[in-house]
């Protein structure tokens, strides 16, 4: 069975009284929702910037299916690099996923495939789970070539990954027309390619793997088109940004399942 999983990326947003407020607003609820006991409740993983990291993951670990992860990770173990943060500093903190190729990083801090793969392969070593992030741009789905760079982001950056590597990570798939823009993908548009990705998968590992990876969608989803989103076979939660900046609407679209 695929995990479900609802992620907040809550970007360069809230300060240090606001990242607890949030963190503990969110833990609040969502005890509320697993001692309900009503809906399926997916694992949850809250992404605040790095430095609110450390009360974020004391927070998280009074409470059950909640997590903290982290935004970015340096690809080089460690040394002179002013400023950057290893994954093994991130793990020593409790971190247990660290997002890795956003379309934010790829685009504003030069993020190439060869860096991510190092990434990806530093955040495993330390035993976090990397959630790899793939989407094409406006201009790229407008051509329809959305399906080749998706394949060539995923072969590049993730799937030099062996059998055993790949099972421990998750793709989000975020068309990055859809980021901050209120235009989200429809729940066919991303269903396509989570089949699509579910499929690159197929070819390339045994079988197992692609049945059992966990692939997000993210881009504008919120709780209003969170449900019919998640309905979707192959969409198998999400990672949420500006709606996961509020407890209560964040939590509405963990109930969307
Ligand atoms: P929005 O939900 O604000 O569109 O952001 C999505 C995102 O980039 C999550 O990583």
Not at 137 to 162: C, P, T, Y
Request: hydrophobic residues 40%; aromatic residues 8%; negative net charge.
């Amino acid at each position: 069975m695929r995990k479900k999983i609802v992620a907040g990326n809550w970007k360069m947003n809230t300060d240090l009284d606001g990242a607890k407020e949030l963190a503990s607003g969110v833990c609040g609820l969502l005890n509320r929702e697993v001692q309900g006991g009503t809906s399926q409740v997916p694992e949850v993983v809250l992404f605040p910037p790095h430095v609110f990291l450390p009360p974020v993951v004391r927070i998280c670990a009074d409470h059950q299916g909640i997590s903290a992860g982290a935004q970015n990770c340096h690809q080089e173990e460690k040394g002179a690099f002013t400023g950057e943060v290893s994954a093994g500093m991130l793990a020593s903190l409790g971190v247990t996923h660290v997002l890795v190729g956003h379309s934010e990083r790829r685009a504003y801090f030069g993020e190439d495939d060869q860096m991510l793969a190092k990434k990806v392969e530093r955040a495993l070593a330390h035993g976090l789970t990397p959630v790899f992030c793939c989407g094409e741009m406006l201009q790229e789905r407008e051509a329809g070539n959305h399906f080749e760079v998706i394949k060539s982001q995923l072969g590049n950056g993730l799937f030099w990954l062996d059998e055993i590597q790949i099972r421990k990570t998750v793709i989000a798939y975020e068309p990055v027309w859809a980021i901050g823009t209120g235009v989200t993908a429809s729940p066919d548009q991303a269903q396509e390619v989570h089949a699509f990705i579910r499929k690159l998968l197929a070819d390339k590992y045994e079988a197992g793997v692609s049945a059992n990876l966990s692939i997000l969608y993210g881009g504008s989803c919120n709780a209003q088109n969170a449900r019919e989103l998640f309905s979707r076979q192959d969409v198998d939660g999400g990672l949420i940004g500006g709606a996961s900046l509020k407890a209560e609407d964040f939590i509405k679209i963990i109930q969307s399942f």
